[in-house]
């Protein structure tokens, strides 16, 4: 049968570049083997199975898959999948839908071209040992490359855990070379073994808050050009190192620049009593590409 599919750039408002997305309409019947296989096919960062909602008055159910695995939640998907539904909704500025992700619902405000959507659950961080000597081996830098002053090594999870480094300056961000295979001999969680989020407070454009790259093998994934739910997590590592004041705060977090793929992603927290009460993100995208499946 035909399955409708479209392509979106996602965190960007230029086509070609930002994070490639496929979503693929029509889903049921479709089981996790196929999806798994398609994704395989569309060999993007991710690819979004849209179903019919569990509850009627959300918008829909969606799965994602990575070329390696499925995933509970992501950024680009759920920006890129809210922004193509209320475009063939024909939905006004403003207007909001709930999505059904795996990791629970996700209540979306969407316009032409870009959507926003509160975190599905708060971060969590969790400090780890870091072998400096040996990141930087694995990262092809120098030692005096790993760090920033208040900023440290952790886990971070907002849904999906990313190790989270920072680095100190732009030049080394530029400069990593990765060596995979070492990846897995840090004492980091086990799960997180293949990939990594590296994040420097020095960016190429004057109105960013940090300039970022994320490399996960293991998920089929070298470098990926924008990485929504490591942002959710750098919520948690902002919160602990740079201890925002009371009240609402912006960042805006750059990536995929090394890659030719600029992308922008702003995250909002906001803050009370010290502590984190609510994060959204918000991200343009385009739409590229539209066909059909014969599967």
Not at 102 to 123: D, M, Q, T, W
Not at 183 to 212: C, F, M, W
Not at 256 to 280: H, T
Request: include cysteine; hydrophobic fraction near 40%; glycine fraction near 8%.
């Amino acid at each position: 049968m035909k399955r409708r599919f479209f392509t979106l750039d996602v965190f960007t408002d230029k086509a070609l570049c930002g994070n490639p997305l496929a979503v693929v309409l029509d889903s049921e019947g479709l089981d996790s083997d196929m999806m798994q296989r398609i994704a395989g096919e569309f060999n993007l960062s991710e690819t979004v199975f849209v179903m019919p909602p569990e509850d009627k008055n959300n918008r829909a159910k969606i799965r994602i898959f990575t070329p390696g695995r499925e995933l509970p939640f992501a950024g680009h998907p759920t920006v890129g999948t809210a922004v193509l539904l209320s475009h063939l909704d024909g939905l006004e500025d403003g207007a909001e839908l709930v999505l059904e992700e795996n990791v629970g619902l996700i209540p979306c405000r969407v316009s032409a071209n870009s959507a926003s959507f509160e975190l599905p659950k708060l971060p969590e961080r969790k400090e780890a040992d870091l072998d400096v000597e040996l990141m930087a081996k694995t990262l092809g830098l120098a030692p005096s490359d790993i760090g920033i002053e208040g900023h440290s090594f952790a886990a971070c999870n907002a849904g999906v855990p990313f190790p989270t480094l920072p680095l100190a300056s732009l030049k080394a961000l530029h400069s990593i070379h990765l060596n995979a295979p070492l990846l897995t001999q840090h004492n980091i969680p086990r799960g997180l073994e293949d990939e990594i989020y590296v994040y420097s407070k020095e960016t190429l454009a004057t109105d960013a808050d940090y300039q970022a790259r994320m490399f996960a093998p293991a998920m089929g994934i070298p470098e990926d050009p924008a990485t929504g739910s490591a942002v959710a997590g750098l919520a948690g590592q902002i919160m602990a190192c740079e201890k925002p004041e009371d009240g609402e705060h912006r960042f805006v977090i750059d990536q995929g620049i090394e890659m030719g793929r600029s992308s922008r992603i702003l995250l909002d927290l906001f803050v009370e009593g010290g502590q984190l009460k609510s994060a959204s993100i918000t991200g343009d995208a385009v739409i590229v590409s539209e066909g059909n499946l014969n599967l």
